[in-house]
């Protein structure tokens, strides 16, 4: 029996594959502008003959091994693919077919979110980038986000920020203070009559010591009751004593010169009225000097 290779080297066999190849079209060509096909149908099977050009290139440009520069030409195939297609979806709807922009997938950086590289000469949706080609070297930038500066706020916006839960007039809205109240009241209450049965029962104890006699015991008793009330003298009388040892510093004048007594104070007004005079009694003789200077003056004249 013959092998698969030399059947197909046979004379029938070689005749039939010719005839076969006779019988088909001739390979058509897709049109190399849009506005050349007239008919609905021919355009929607060049689109899908893009797309399929497309799935194939995006399928290889995954893989990273296939170096830079091919991986560029890649994306720029890609690219190029695209704006055909555009062009084809272009013509579909002036054709009276259905938009099919409406639907298109946006580009997305590394981490799946959609972004937005707008194109220099502000037509189209812009360059794109795919697979491998996103972390080539100068690319890989144009996906990251800049750093959010933190702005500054203004007096304004500090303002705009304050309410009435900002003074504290909302405590009680949320309901977790009145909780806590509850509880911290609670327990104050407690305290409160804990101490008076304890109190209360000190005070039967005395009444009972002082019925049956026991002098000591009521003196106890005694001191125990006004134990708390003498605290509290004693903290009221040392207030009353820092209040008044303020008031006596406070009333105390500390003299930075010494101060003259009343002798002294005498004595300097003696003097400076002996200066007066004798000041007066000099202008006074001098004015007499010089009328009795003129006086002689008119006589030799």
């Known amino acids: 029996m013959a092998r698969n290779e030399e059947k197909a080297q046979s004379m029938l066999n070689r005749y039939i594959t010719l005839k076969n190849e006779e019988k088909k079209k001739p390979k058509e060509r ?16 060049w689109r899908q003959q893009i797309m399929g050009e497309i799935g194939r290139k995006v399928a290889e440009i995954q893989n990273e091994g296939l170096g830079e520069h091919r991986l560029r030409d890649l994306n720029d195939e890609i690219n190029k693919l695209i704006r055909e297609k555009t062009h084809w979806e272009r013509r579909i709807v002036e054709l009276g077919g259905p938009n099919y922009a409406k639907h298109a997938a946006k580009m997305t950086d590394l981490d799946g979110n959609i972004v937005d590289v707008p194109n220099p000469s502000g ?25 959010e500066l933190r702005k500054r706020r203004t007096r304004y ?35 409160a009559a804990a101490e008076w049965w304890r109190m209360e029962e000190i005070r039967r104890e005395a009444k009972r010591a002082v019925k049956s006699g026991e002098v000591a015991r009521v003196g106890a008793a005694k001191e125990i009751l006004h134990e708390e009330e003498e605290e509290v003298v004693e903290e009221e ?65």
């Open 30 to 45: 897709r049109p190399f502008l849009a506005s050349e096909c007239r008919d609905l149908a021919e355009a929607s099977k």
């Open 123 to 147: 037509r189209g949706p812009g360059y794109r980038y795919f697979g491998a080609a996103k972390k080539l070297p100068g690319v890989r930038e144009l996906f990251e986000k800049p750093p």
């Open 157 to 191: 916006d500090i303002y705009k920020r304050i309410n009435a839960g900002y003074y504290g007039y909302r405590d009680d809205e949320d309901g977790v203070l009145e909780k806590l109240e509850v509880v911290a009241e609670a327990e104050m209450r407690a305290e």
């Open 237 to 301: 009388r040392q207030r009353e004593r820092e209040s008044k040892e303020k008031s006596e510093k406070e009333m105390e004048f500390v003299a930075h010169v010494p101060l003259p007594d009343d002798k002294e104070i005498e004595k300097m007004v003696l003097e400076k009225k002996k200066k007066d005079l004798l000041s007066k009694y000099a202008s006074q003789e001098l004015l007499q000097d010089q009328t009795e200077a003129k006086q002689m003056l008119n006589i030799k004249r």
